[in-house]
């Protein structure tokens, strides 16, 4: 009956901080997250105390879980899985997002470690740790040779380590950003079709099974093939609630464009095909075809490499034939190859895909992060809730009749509360929702009225016929436009969050009103 209460407790706890989907004050995300934590701390004490009298190996599990959830709320740092077939291309993507070569890349499958990449503000040299504790070294070239080594070790013992290798880098797109409080990593995995490794298998599909944002990156080459088809049912099978609820957490991104020729798939070809591939196999996840980013993780790497001058030779000539055709290194300054490398990087789609993922993730990770440790411990009472009822049917066969009518309405009762508080969250999270995609709708609408009212004015009218006079009168317009639209923006920023602060309040006190448990006032009268 504890357990049952204290599953009930919170579940109605989550429901106050659950549709957080705006940017909050840090004084109010300090509040939520500090609710979460209490309730994350009660269950782990109770959890613990529990397994002393019962011996359980769903509590056993029930307590490592919520011991986990512990550690990332402690850490607030949220896991984003970087997820392929074998030879896809993940670590030469991982090197184009740092800028630098660190991870080993080979015709042969390479990655058999787990490496944990977390950004730094530090341009200068990277540095590789052993489960975050032990200093294995620094610099490019010696971390690339090092997790060589450790790779061909982890394949050759047939039995790869559980323990990650982290690696501290920076992310190009986030330079000069440093992380605060919240923070995430990108755990490079191996490919789960590799042959004869079915601890490599596991440990991918695990990382699924806990990731808080998946990049699934496609190979351009292998997009018709049957082992990308059996790796959307496993993404299907392991994540089902990314993929029904929080599919903007889920990116897809098209690798190897560049090795498109004239008989195959165009750009919007491959991407109405991706979209119709990812429609048929999870149709739960209301896939559009701006979500699908195509890149030239290769060609990233070639231009970063030159633009940071750590190009090698190869590099040189790998990057000279991608831009130029038949003219080798020899036959290009140095200086031009640095001017022009932003022409490749600009073509290989980098830039965009880092737009559409890094920053997003960088500028929402309070958000995410919120969602990611309220959605997590979700997760753990609804298994919880699956024991309950195996123990309602165990508990049928229970020849004392009134100990059994008594647990009976126990179980009902809870199971009532767990399906009044799903609907009324199911409910707000609707009723957000659309508020949100209303107020974005209203703010696109006033911005095209306002712009084309600004064009139909009668600025044009007596518009002279000198060149420098039309681009005077443009240029002035122009300024005079983005410094109105900066403005709208501002406004309607403020009023949004204005807004979202006045909802969020409404819905953590009809929580705590409903459970005055949920928080009480400290010794200033604040809750």
Known sequence: RRVHGDCNYILQSALSIWMENTDVAEEEFNTLYAVIGNIINQWRAHSHSERQFINSPFLECAEQDFEDLGQKHEKQCFVVALVALCKSGKSTFLNALMGCDYLPTHNLPE?????????????????????????????????????????????????????????????????????????????????????????????????????DVILYLLDYTKLKTREEEDMFATL????????????????????????????????????????????????ELQLTPDRILLVSSENALLARLVRSGLAS???????????????????????????????????????????NVLTFMYDNKARILL??????????????????????????????????????????????????????????????????????????????????????????????????DIVNLLTAKTTELSQKLEQMFHKFRTDLENDAFHEQDVLFFTAVKRNPAVCTKNHAGSW
């Open 111 to 211: 990655t058999a470690r787990i490496v944990r990449v977390q950004h730094i503000n530090n341009p200068l040299e990277g540095r590789l740790l052993d489960c975050e504790t032990s200093l294995v070294t620094t610099g490019h070239k010696n971390i690339q040779r090092a997790l060589r080594k450790l790779n061909v070790e982890a394949r050759q013992s047939g039995a790869p380590s559980e323990k990650e290798l982290v690696l501290d880098a920076r992310f190009v797109a986030l330079e000069g950003k440093s992380f605060n409080q919240q923070s995430f990593a990108v755990l490079d995995t191996p490919g789960p079709n590799e042959a004869k490794c079915l601890p490599l298998v596991r440990q991918v599909q695990n990382i699924i099974s806990r990731a």
């Open 313 to 355: 030779e190869d590099v040189k000539a790998d990057f000279c034939e991608k831009l130029y055709g038949l003219m080798g290194p020899d036959e290009i300054s140095q200086d031009r190859m640095f001017t022009d490398a932003p022409v490749l990087l600009s073509r290989s789609g980098f830039p965009e895909m880092e737009r």
């Open 236 to 283: 299907r099978h392991l994540r089902s609630d990314l993929c029904e609820n929080f599919h903007d957490r889920l990116f897809l991104i098209v690798n190897k464009i560049d090795l498109r020729n004239r008989n195959g798939l165009t750009p919007q070809q491959t991407v109405k095909y991706v979209s119709e591939l990812v429609s048929g196999d999870i149709p």
């Open 371 to 468: 969602d990611s440790v309220v959605g997590d411990g979700l997760r753990h009472l609804c298994s919880f809730h699956n024991y309950l009822m195996t123990c309602r049917g165990a508990l049928l066969t229970d020849k004392n009749e009134a100990e059994m009518s008594a647990l009976k309405t126990e179980l009902e009762r809870v199971l009532l509360s767990f399906e009044q508080v799903k609907e009324a969250f199911d409910g707000t999270r609707t009723r957000i929702q659309a508020w949100v995609d209303a107020s974005f709708q209203r703010f696109q609408e006033e911005c095209h009225q306002f712009l084309d009212n600004s064009i139909q004015g009668g600025d044009f009218d007596h518009l002279s016929k000198h060149k420098e």
